[in-house]
């Protein structure tokens, strides 16, 4: 039997991709291995949405060198958004690997392994760029191909990730994306419901719909054009899912309609995330973000109207081309006005083919942009913490994941552990518990809090006033959809 051992960096998708491909490659007799060392087949599906993400690629590959020089039989492969990005260019960085592979022909994985391994040669399969064929012929060149599962890849078996998009049409000026991931094309709502009821026969409780901007999606045209708000609605009524997400949000098609699915359908978690990346008019001009500040702030009044209790969460790149002191204060402020569940802030990372990297210099210092970033995510933190400590004393129904972070890194084994989930607002809970409650929806009551942890306990119908004398007043509802 061969092994397998693959390493996944970036983002959900990438997440989901190296599911998708460990799936097609067991039904090929294919078992995983925990090390590289244990394996025959070593893959990395990687990022490029960042020069750390692909650094860090590059790195892994070089010490591997010297293994393909003493077992030369191993097969290593480099898939995913860095693969269709430098193509080429990682056969000439490192020489000994024997795939490379975009996102967009994932599903040729193992005929490529096997072409490989019978000693045809390096394989390269991308898809087109977007400009190297008719608009059809490229879209079908970056089409995801029809998912297996495998839930032994997923962070948990009771949580999974599902596509309903692929692509990108937005061109910010500092994403690879567009030409990584190719056009923007929504699934069919009919093969995204039939793979959500597989997930749910294997006893996902929670899914997560992806998708580069999700609330962009559609699918067909003219009247009988199905929007993301009509597929959540069927979604919802497949027995056995608990919870539905989606991530990640575009400001300009949060429309009034999505939320008003969001608010009526009580699967569907008030959690939104939607990326600002600047609180300045002029830098959103010059990423090429396609709205203003007053556009977002008129998409919050429009969440805070229709879901009072939704959590948003963002995501800012601080440092971007000409970023000026007064543009960041701007950011600040709106960091302090729009009060984020959390956010995620990163230094702007130039990246080659990019319209940014074209028409503007990386022109903010790393001393500058580290600052930045470390003054915006001060900021961010004492707003997550009051936030998470107004929470005190209410009681949320949690999804147990399993072990928390602390206890796995401790290596804590037996009934009594660290638990952790994800409120429906998905907050992490961690509480004292037993690993028999993972998969399981419980009622946890708050009694301590960070910025990035609600600390509880499991709620008990006749609780001591010792113990729980801070959770007198606390409210509950049937799924607490503000957690």
């Given at each position: 039997m061969m092994r397998l051992y693959i390493e996944t960096v970036g983002c959900q998708m990438n997440v989901l991709d190296s599911e998708l491909v460990v799936a097609s490659l067991k039904r090929q007799g294919y078992e995983l291995a925990r090390a590289a060392d244990q394996a025959d087949t070593i893959l990395f599906n990687t990022c490029s949405v960042r020069q750390h993400a692909e650094d860090k690629v590059y790195s892994a590959l070089g010490k591997l060198k010297?293994?393909?020089?003493?077992?030369?039989?191993?097969?290593?492969?480099?898939?995913?958004?860095m693969a269709q990005k430098d193509q080429q260019r990682v056969f000439d960085r490192a020489p000994y690997v024997d795939l490379v592979v975009g996102p967009g022909q994932l599903h040729r994985v193992p005929e490529l392994i096997e072409e490989a391994r019978r000693g045809a040669g390096r394989q390269l399969a991308v898809s087109l760029g977007r400009r190297e064929g008719a608009v059809e012929a490229v879209r079908r060149?970056?089409?995801s191909f029809d998912p297996l599962r495998d839930p032994e890849m997923r962070p948990t078996p009771f949580q999974a990730y599902l596509r309903i998009q692929v692509g990108c049409d937005k061109f910010c000026a500092y994403c690879v994306v567009p030409m990584t991931r190719g056009p923007e094309q929504g699934r069919h709502p009919d093969a995204i419901v039939a793979e959500a009821r597989t997930l749910a026969d294997q006893g996902c409780l929670e899914i997560v719909l992806l998708g580069q901007t999700v609330n962009s999606y559609r699918y067909g045209t003219g009247p009988a054009t199905v929007r993301l708000a009509h597929l959540l609605e069927r979604l919802h009524a497949i027995d056995?899912?608990?919870?539905?997400?989606?991530?990640?949000?575009?400001?300009?098609?949060?429309?009034?309609?999505?939320?008003?699915?969001?608010?009526?359908?009580p699967k569907v978690s008030p959690y939104l995330h939607v990326p600002l990346q600047s609180g300045s008019d002029p830098v959103l001009e010059r990423m090429k973000r396609g709205y203003t500040v007053d556009d977002y702030r008129s998409m919050m009044e429009r969440?805070?109207?229709?879901?009072?209790?939704?959590?948003v969460s963002s995501d800012f790149i601080v440092g971007f081309c000409g970023e000026t002191e007064d543009d960041f204060e701007r950011t600040k402020e709106c960091v302090r006005a729009f009060r984020f569940k959390n956010s995620f802030i990163f230094k702007y990372s130039e990246r080659s083919g990019t319209k940014a990297a074209e028409r503007f210099p990386d022109d903010v210092p790393d001393g500058i942009k580290q600052r930045r970033n470390n003054e915006l995510l001060?900021?961010?933190?004492?707003?997550?913490?009051?936030?998470?400590?107004?929470l005190l004393g209410r009681t949320f129904d949690v999804l147990v994941e399993g072990p928390s972070k602390t206890a796995r890194k401790k290596g804590e084994e037996g009934p009594d552990i660290q638990m952790t989930g994800r409120t429906h607002c998905d907050r992490i809970v961690v509480f004292d518990g037993e690993t028999r409650q993972a998969g399981r929806i419980l009622p946890i009551t708050i009694y301590d809090a960070s910025a990035h942890t609600l600390f509880g306990i499991l709620d008990i119908p006749d609780p001591t006033p010792q113990v729980y004398s801070l959770l007198q007043g606390r409210s509950r509802g049937d799924e607490e959809r503000c957690g």
């Open positions: 010297r293994t393909k020089q003493d077992f030369p039989d191993k097969i290593v492969g480099v898939l995913g958004c060149s970056h089409e056995g899912i608990r919870r539905l997400k989606f991530v990640t949000g575009f400001p300009k098609d949060m429309t009034r309609e999505l939320l008003e699915a969001v608010r009526d359908l969440i805070r109207d229709t879901l009072p209790d939704a959590a001060e900021i961010q933190n004492a707003i997550s913490e009051e936030d998470n400590v107004r």
